[in-house]
């Protein structure tokens, strides 16, 4: 029988056969290690209930372990080259589909509505293409759609910054505004050497819960993420530098901040580093209370 489409000799057989150069501009690196995909389904516990989309499918590896274990399989590929591949590799699987689109520009929401039985979990699972890591995950997370669990691959430099705690150097914006969404938590790591064409950044697979159990809630979103991006527009200094570089520094400009701060029990010494996403929402709300 034919070797799963993983395997490092079936990928390259494949890409022999279709003459495929992986383009750098899409982000095309083909993970060929069978262990390293199957731990990517695992991590996202993927079940016979439950429905999958998959981004940027390539040749199929990824596609080819979730179709063995989920419901279905709806998956995004931009690159229309990739089509007459996909529709062999993935010839044995009819719980799949593959759509031809961007995926930011797809209408996620119509789309899960459209390929979609209702009433089963709904999981995002992919190896992501690097050089739109970020407005990937915000457009996902932003859309009308609810995940029940997010497990993704991208390089090992994002995903410290998506994990970040405060008080670390990973730690900043992206951290604040992606944990509003979801809990972050790096899965497991994968070397370089996975891939075909090796990439010269090693990779981690995050897990994303997203959350419903935040204890205070923003006034608006787009004002927390605004907000959380000016105090750490210079992340060398203080909180209250940066709190006048958003509201100004004129004196009484000055004595209304000193005020919030001390009324949010936050010390104006602080590195913007230090706030929790707690401190941040209970900051942007008291602002905008006292009108600034
Ligand atoms: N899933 C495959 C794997 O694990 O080997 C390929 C992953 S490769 C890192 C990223 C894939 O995303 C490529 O197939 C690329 O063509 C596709 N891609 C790049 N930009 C995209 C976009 N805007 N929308 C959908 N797919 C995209």
């Not at 990824?62 to 989920?70: G, M, V």
């Not at 972050?184 to 070397?191: G, K, L, M, N």
């Not at 204890?215 to 105090?231: H, M, Q, R, S, T």
């Not at 919030?260 to 936050?266: R, S, T």
Request: charged residues 20%.
């Amino acid at each position: 029988s034919v070797p799963e489409i993983g395997s490092p000799a079936r990928t390259k057989a494949i890409l022999n056969r279709y003459r495929l150069v992986a383009k750098k501009s899409l982000g095309q690196n083909f993970l060929s290690d069978l262990n390293i995909l199957r731990n990517i389904v695992s991590a996202a516990d993927v079940t016979d209930q439950d429905n999958v989309i998959e981004i940027g499918p390539g040749i199929g590896a990824l596609t080819e372990q979730l179709a063995q274990r989920a419901k279905r399989v709806v998956a995004f590929e931009i690159d229309e080259n990739l089509l007459p591949v996909l529709d062999e590799t993935l010839l044995p699987y009819d719980n799949v589909k593959i759509i031809n689109q961007d995926i930011l520009k797809a209408n996620l929401p119509e789309v899960i509505k459209a390929e979609f039985e209702a009433g089963h979990p709904l999981k995002l699972v992919a190896n992501l293409p690097y050089y739109i890591t970020t407005p990937i995950l915000m457009g996902v997370l932003q859309s009308n759609v609810t995940f029940d669990q997010i497990v993704v691959m991208m390089q090992n430099e994002v995903a410290d910054r998506l994990a970040a705690e405060p008080g670390i150097k990973a730690y900043g914006s992206l951290s604040v505004v992606m944990q509003y969404r979801a809990h972050i938590e790096v899965a497991f790591r994968v070397p370089r050497t996975a891939f075909i064409p090796q990439p010269n950044v090693d990779s981690a697979i995050i897990r994303l819960t997203p959350r419903t159990d935040l204890p205070v809630k923003p006034y608006e979103d787009k004002a927390l993420f605004g907000f959380v991006k000016g105090c750490f527009a210079h992340r060398r200094k203080s909180l209250w530098n940066n709190l006048q570089g958003i509201f100004g520094k004129q004196p009484e400009v000055r004595e209304r901040i000193a005020a919030v701060l001390e009324q949010v029990g936050i010390s104006r010494q602080l590195r913007p580093e230090r706030l929790t996403l707690v401190n941040f929402i209970e900051l942007v709300n008291a602002f905008h209370a006292d009108g600034l």
